[in-house]
């Protein structure tokens, strides 16, 4: 039987760079030692066999999400980077022999560590905690939710050429395609406690299948999950035959291609700005920094704010006028705010790493600084190109942020300590967005120097725990019924949210000056960092880069080579 040569090249790039030998070893091995525990603590309780189910489900899930996406990511984009895609189509490859081999190689390298995983959830099965349809639909729910995940991926691929991008559409489609019956149907009925149109429209979500056998069908039942499997196996289906066309289309730019050409132009203008607008920046900003100017004319990153900011809000009215009396609260008012000012931190920290990591991967950095471009002139630049880009979307935050607050006092009667509570809390929201955006984001930016990758650098830099201490507290009211209750106005409560806005607002501050300090390593190291090369996504040395701070660490020396292997076993003799 003759595989095809993608399939071989990929096998042959996974065993080099993940090693799933030894994947499959730990994954295995994990999983055998809780089931170990599980079986010898299975003597106190009865209801070990679910426990452990619930365990091994959850690990299942994170080998068909995760992994399967940062494989399936870069199949295509990473081809069309490395101008490799023209290449093998010119030896006779047609472009569905090419994605075939991709999505069965994707698909092949994914699957290693759930085969090792699987087996395993028969051990609560044989015990005797689990029913037989359950562990069906364990068994059809992860492949159908693999490959699910390939498709989606496989098609951000296909339509992006930048692995940050295509991460971001994988992410945004299956939040869209996974939530957009979920989400309103739970929260109507979390909200007003009668369900607001019938279940059946939840089949259509394919993470409603994951979440009825992860609850053990405590949610939904057995007669809903085998549409729902369905459904799922038609998005896929559907994600891999678009895949397929677009593939088809776009492998090579088609100078003749006249199909759309006044949308694409409109489209254009919009990012790049009208002539008039090009004109003014290039008068403003490229005698006063040249970088400033370079990376300012790019309006992608303020054109995704704006519309993450307008998408939040057309949600927000959207649920108002679904239930117009439960939907205004404070704590919705609070979650709003928090969800808005993250998704502008979560823009502006990406952008900052996306121009350096970019200039640094494609070289153009090295190229820049053979110019009379100093290196704190770039530093100095892209701070000064984030600081006006992002300013009328923070101006534009605060001011839905101080609509929400007046809103927030029409929703309820108040007394003095639930008003002092209540503004000490939109004080801190205002500081948040308020404040100066530019010096945090070096130590992003440094990041993304060492490793040329702005993904990596934007989770690598550990600027988010604060945002997710709060979207954690406000989830949790969310659940709980803290819809209309906070702030309650009482002694206590006030002096704890005294005490916690003055403990975040002194963190800000630190926090800032902090990471104001790597500004000036970053201007000092710049040149000497860009002139070496770009370390591989896969290279061991990010194991040991422990603090984000230092240097990357440096390339193992080479063994210098002996005579007898220059020269070969045999000349010697």
């Known amino acids: 039987m003759s595989i095809s040569p993608i399939i071989q090249h990929d096998l042959r790039m996974a065993l080099r760079r993940n090693d799933p030998v030894r994947a499959r070893l730990i994954a295995a091995a994990a999983t055998g030692g809780l089931s170990f525990l599980f079986l010898l603590f299975g003597l106190m309780t009865r209801t070990w066999g ?26 295509v984009s990473e081809e069309r980077r490395n101008q490799t895609l023209e290449l093998l189509f010119l030896t006779g490859m047609t472009p569905a022999e090419f994605f075939r081999g991709k999505v069965l ?6 699957s290693c560590e759930l085969l090792a995983v699987a087996p395993f959830l028969a051990v609560p099965f044989v015990a005797g ?6 562990y069906v639909a364990s068994l059809v729910c992860l492949p159908t939710i693999l490959l699910f995940i390939i498709s989606v991926s496989i098609l951000a691929s296909v339509i ?12 945004v489609l299956v939040v869209i395609i996974s939530g957009v019956t979920t989400v309103p149907f739970f929260l109507g009925k979390l909200l007003t406690g009668a369900t607001p149109f019938s279940e059946g429209w939840l089949f259509l979500s394919p993470g409603y299948g994951a979440l009825m056998v992860g609850s053990q069908f ?4 057995v007669a809903a999950f085998w549409p729902t499997a369905i459904c799922t196996w038609l998005w896929t289906i559907l994600c891999f035959c678009v895949a397929a066309v677009v593939l088809s289309r776009t492998w090579r730019n088609d100078p003749d291609a006249r199909v759309l050409q006044n949308w694409r132009q409109k489209w254009q203008t919009l990012v790049r700005g009208t002539a008039a607008w090009r004109s003014y920046l290039r008068i403003v900003t490229l005698t006063r920094n040249p970088y400033q100017w370079l990376a300012q004319r790019d309006r ?5 704010a704006w519309g993450i900011i307008l998408f939040l809000c057309v949600v927000w009215f959207i649920g108002w006028a679904l239930w117009p009396r439960n939907w205004p609260s404070t704590m919705n008012f609070f979650l709003t705010a928090v969800l808005m000012i993250i998704a502008l931190e979560t823009v502006i920290s990406h952008t900052a790493a996306r121009r ?3 200039d640094r991967r494609d070289g153009f950095l090295e190229l820049l600084l053979t110019t009379p471009l100093s290196p704190i002139e770039i530093v100095e630049g892209q701070m000064a190109a984030i600081r006006e880009q992002f300013q009328p979307v923070r101006r534009g935050i605060l001011a839905l942020c101080g609509l929400m607050m007046v809103g927030g006092f029409l929703t309820r009667s108040w007394d003095s300590l639930a008003i002092i509570t209540y503004l000490m809390v939109w004080g801190v929201f205002f500081v948040w967005c308020a404040r100066n955006g530019t010096q945090k984001v070096s130590l992003i930016m440094w990041i993304a120097l060492n490793t040329g990758r702005p993904s990596y650098a934007a989770f690598r830099s550990k600027g988010g725990a604060f945002f997710w201490f709060w979207m954690f507290f406000q989830f949790r009211n969310l659940r709980f019924g803290g819809l209309g209750t906070f702030p309650t106005g009482t002694v206590t409560e006030c002096a704890v949210v005294g005490f916690a806005v003055a403990a975040m607002i002194i963190f800000m501050i630190v926090v800032d000056r902090d990471r104001s300090d790597m500004s000036f390593e970053f201007s000092q190291k710049l040149r000497s960092i860009a002139q070496d090369p770009v370390p591989d996504p896969h290279d061991p040395r990010y194991k040991k880069w422990k603090n984000v701070r230092d240097p990357f660490p440096p390339a193992d020396p080479k063994p210098r080579p002996r005579l007898a292997d220059l020269l070969g076993p045999n000349t010697l003799s």
């Open 50 to 75: 679910t426990q452990l189910f619930h365990y091994l489900f959850l690990a299942c899930l994170f080998l068909v999400i995760l992994r399967p996406a940062q494989i399936a990511l870069g199949i």
């Open 300 to 304: 992608r990153p303020v054109l995704t």
């Open 105 to 110: 190689g994707a698909t092949l390298v994914a």
């Open 356 to 358: 350096i990591g970019h």
């Open 160 to 171: 992006c050429n930048d692995d940050t991008m295509a991460l971001m559409t994988t992410v």
């Open 218 to 221: 405590s949610i939904g039942s």
């Open 129 to 134: 905690g689990l029913s037989v349809d359950l």
